[in-house]
Structure formats: C-alpha cells, structure tokens
C-alpha cells in the first residue's frame, strides 16, 4: 500500500480507514485481551451489558409431574470508552524514504496500543481516570507457581475450574512464558503442548496460550511507612474468557504535525526546530468481565 503523504506543511492529517485498519490489525494480533476476549461493538457513549448467574441443570420430570423453577440473578454493567493515546515523535530524514517512514510508524503505533491495553486491563500498572468504572484482572486472585511444581501449575487451571469458569486461555508476559517453557509434570512432559498449524504459543492443560507484550511487573517490597503490602511477580493471567468482552469506537486514529512543541517528560521538544514530525495515535477502548472470580493472575 502507499505510504503517508507528508511534506513541510503537513499538519493534522489523519490515517486512511486503510491505514487504519492495518495498525488495528497488528494491534489485534498482540494484544493479549483482543486476542483472547469477546469483541463487541461500542459506540462513543458506551453499552450496557447485561450479567447472568449460571444457572443448574435441568431435571427429569414425570409425567404430570410438577416442573422446577429456576431463579437466575440478573445484573448489568455499564462499558465505557476511555482513550490511549501516544506521540510518536521521528525525524524527517525518515521522510526521504516513505516505506521505511511507514513501516517504522506501524510497528511503533501497534505496539504501543497494545502495550497500553494489556498493562491496563490484565496488570493495571497503566491506571485510568477516577471513577472510570473500568475493570482490570490485576485484582483477580492469585495463584503463586511457587517452585515451579507440577501441583502449582495445576492450581492455575483447578481454581479457575472450581469457580465453575471454563478454563480456556492464558495470557503470559515474557517473564511468564520462560516459566511455562520449562515447566513438565511428574515425569518430565512439557505442561506446554505445541499445538501444530497454530499461530498460538500452545496448549495448558486445554486452554489457549498467548503472549502478550505488557512490560516486566516485577515484585514490590512491602513499605510499613505508606501501607503497602508486598507483592510477588506477575507472570500472567488466566481464566474462562468468555466472561471478558472489550470494545473500541472507530479503531485507531492519528494525527501528523511537524508545527507543534511536545512535552516529554518535562522537557519541551519543538518539533519545527529540531526537523522531526510527531504522530499522535489515539484508540478509545472499553473493556468489562463479568465475573472477575473466574480468572486467576498468577505470580511467582
């Protein structure tokens, strides 16, 4: 496909829908939550879902027999859209040569939105605003891997099980997926089966293994002074994903200026001075579970 059109007057131009569509597309495919959760539409002022209990099997009834009733609890929750957004700022030497302009951008703009949407939604290490309303799997219970025992691995799939999810995928950091490499049962068989014709890193205990690109989220000491408690590693996520959903309104968006000052961190960097342009991409994305007791995040 063409690459950006850009020149010294270039300010405010956004992508083509099929630019668009090719940036979503690498996003999808690294994100562990639009990998793994149901993808539903969402329009800008958010949806309401409705939430179920499950319900028992049905009994055998005789004949004029009377037939038992079923009372499910209903609820409902409320998916709104929130922004993520980056600017990615490059110099206009990369202007000279488009494809590499283009290809450089789409690398940097999918990874960084996928990034965003798993340290938010599986670690919380990204928070979002006050009273978002948003939910995260960070504060779903934990299941420590210990030593690395066959038993401690199991314990991922039987809590998940024993909350009556369906235990059908695993979202792993990097970290996470070097302690699934190397883990085996009693008698030395991987726990991780390669699963052949796949794209998938594999199979754990029947569920669905994908790597996500979230960062280290190393251990926390305990801090007596603020209150803090310790934390472990966090390795990972699993659990019945059907209970998750996510949305987002219009894909990804992005804005092209080579006039403005960025703040980076503190320091100003005026873009027009220093010859660089700088992309802004933007994603409005929703995400809600409905029965946060059937994940597990699993820790060291």
Known sequence: MAAI????????????????DEI???????SAVTQLATKVALPGRGS???????????????????????????????????KLAKIIPVSNE?????????????SRASQAI?????ETFLTGVIGLPSNSNVDSLADAQTVSIGKGAYKDFAAIATTVLEHDGDFNGVALSPHGLSKFITATDANGR??????????DLGSFFGGRVVKSPWGHVAAVAADSGTGQAAKPEMFGVAGD?????????????????????????????????????????????????????????ITA
């Open 48 to 82: 309401e879902y409705d939430t179920l209990t499950d319900t028992g099997a049905a009994s055998w009834v005789g004949e004029t027999g009377e037939i038992a009733v079923d009372r499910p609890k209903f609820g409902s929750k409320i998916m709104k859209p929130f």
């Open 94 to 106: 990369f202007v000279r040569d488009k494809s590499a302009l283009w290809n450089t951008i789409k």
């Open 190 to 199: 991987p726990l991780l089966v390669a699963m052949p014709g796949s794209t």
């Open 5 to 20: 059109d850009l020149n010294r007057a270039t300010a405010g131009v956004y992508l083509t829908p099929e630019q668009s």
């Open 114 to 118: 996928a990034q965003g949407i798993d």
């Open 24 to 30: 979503w597309t690498e996003t999808l495919k690294q």
């Open 241 to 297: 994903w059907t209970q998750a959903i996510y949305g987002t309104v219009e894909g990804i968006k992005m804005k092209v200026s080579d006039q403005a000052t960025i703040n980076d961190n503190g320091t100003a960097i005026n873009l027009w001075q220093r010859d660089m342009i700088g992309f802004l991409v933007e994603a409005e994305i929703g995400f809600v579970v409905k029965d946060k007791t059937k994940f597990v995040t």
